[in-house]
């Protein structure tokens, strides 16, 4: 078994830079295996679930090369073959296969997507989507099996909840369906943007992309190309995070600073003061932090994936504050591991209550799914003492080379295997 283990209080110093988004490129492999020829993908981060991806991609007789965070896909002796399990399950993203094979083939066999526990997650929006386009779908004891008796058609699909992963998977169904698709009340995360830049660049004619409604024109075939991958604004994000906590000055390179800009908002109301350039941050030392209250909601508003790395600096400020996720309420397994380092914050209903300042102290925690466990991280680099944390998997499958990133800066951490 894996474990972290941080002595904290260290000051960290220095400049980090930022991998490819974890959340692009868990699309951008699945829509690859779309094109008649070789994609290639620059800035790939080298993180368990891509890594899952590519044996995913060599299941369905995919030819993959990865070096140097380049991923090249070739998917010209691609065979279509029903996964209803394996590791098709292991990780949420799992689900753009669906989409990705009913463009392909028109059909698919694809076990329900895992991935991190955040209460419900259902993709009815993403089944609604696919039946609009005419495919018949049939969702039963975890396996979704997708069939187009007639070929996809083009349609107007109206999305009742904003939903990354619906929207981006009826963008991928759709890009070679008959006739104009036309996506209403769509998500619009720069890695929605990303997929699309991607899919254009292969032939698709899809407009809109970043705004609510989506234009997609069906086309006959597309191509292998090479794509770079957007920076990933959540481990910017987390970085930042462990910047203000710790940090004396800390540049975070490899960066979108729009991407991040309902977070740095928050962290400017706390007091922080940041250097912003042209793609990087430079953050300062921080002192007398302010408490603050946040909400989650879809881009471009504060990103939940950032609710859980913020949690920790919240805690050590002083006053009382609330978190809302309005996404995943029930996003909340990093509270009882943050109180157990002496935090003072109470789940109540859909809301959670901070009451600061809280000194933390190193303990044994555990890291029960991605974020949490960057929470957790932080924490341990604040605390005084010794830190261990457990479900480091969970950690290992967003975050490339977490611990030599952090030792960089001068942290004192480490993972040992028991
Ligand atoms: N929802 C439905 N029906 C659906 C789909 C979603 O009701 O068919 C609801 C969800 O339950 C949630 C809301 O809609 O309340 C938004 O969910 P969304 O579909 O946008 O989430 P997702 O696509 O499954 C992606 C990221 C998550 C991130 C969310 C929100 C990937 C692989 N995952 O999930 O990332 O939290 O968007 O931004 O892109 C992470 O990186 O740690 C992570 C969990």
Avoid: W
Wanted: hydrophobic share 40%; net charge negative; with cysteine.
């Amino acid at each position: 078994m894996k474990k972290l283990v941080i002595h904290g209080g260290k000051p960290l110093k220095g400049e980090i830079t930022i991998n490819g988004a974890k959340n692009s490129v868990v699309a951008l492999i699945p829509a690859a295996i779309m094109a008649n020829s070789e994609v290639t993908l620059e800035g790939v981060p080298d993180i368990q679930d891509v890594h899952s991806l590519i044996e995913i991609l060599n299941d369905f007789n995919v030819k993959t090369h990865f070096e140097n965070n380049v991923l090249k896909i070739d998917p010209t002796d691609i065979i279509s073959i029903p996964m209803p399990t394996g590791k098709i399950q292991s990780l949420r993203a799992s689900y753009y296969f669906m989409g990705a094979t009913l463009s392909r083939f028109g059909e698919g066999v694809i076990g329900l997507p895992g991935g991190c526990f955040l209460g419900p997650r259902p993709i009815d929006q993403h089944i609604k989507a696919f039946r609009s386009l005419g495919a018949n779908v049939n969702d039963e004891y975890g396996v979704v099996t997708l069939s187009t008796p007639e070929g996809l058609n083009g349609a107007r699909i109206y999305m009742d909840v904003v939903s990354v992963g619906a929207t981006i998977n009826a963008i991928l169904a759709s890009v070679r369906a008959q006739g104009r698709t036309i996506i209403e009340n769509a998500a619009r995360e720069p890695e929605i943007i990303d997929v699309v830049t991607l899919l254009n660049k292969m032939g698709a004619k899809i407009r809109g992309a970043g705004t609510s409604e989506i234009r997609i024109d069906g086309v006959e075939e597309l191509n292998g190309v090479t794509h770079t991958i957007i920076p990933d604004r959540i481990e910017a994000g987390t970085y930042m995070a462990a910047a203000v906590a710790m940090g004396e000055g800390i540049k975070i390179n490899n960066v979108i600073y729009e991407h991040l800009e309902s977070f740095i908002a928050k962290l400017i109301e706390m007091g922080v003061k940041l250097d912003i350039f042209e793609d990087s941050i430079y953050v300062y030392p921080s002192k007398d932090l302010k408490m603050v209250s946040l909400k989650t909601l879809p881009y471009p508003g504060f990103a939940t994936d950032l609710q859980q790395p913020i949690t920790p600096l919240m805690a050590i400020t002083n006053g009382h504050g609330t978190i809302m996720d309005t996404i995943y309420p029930a996003r909340v397994k990093h509270i009882p591991e943050l109180n157990r380092m002496g935090a003072n914050i109470r789940v109540d209903g859909d809301m959670i209550r901070l009451e600061g300042p809280s000194k933390l102290t190193g303990a044994q925690v555990k890291a029960s799914d991605l974020r949490a466990g960057a929470s957790l991280v932080i924490a341990g680099l604040i605390a005084e003492g010794e830190t261990i944390i457990t479900g480091v998997d969970n950690i290992l499958r967003g975050y490339t080379n977490i611990v030599g990133k952090l030792q960089a800066l001068g942290a004192d951490i480490q993972m040992i295997e028991d």
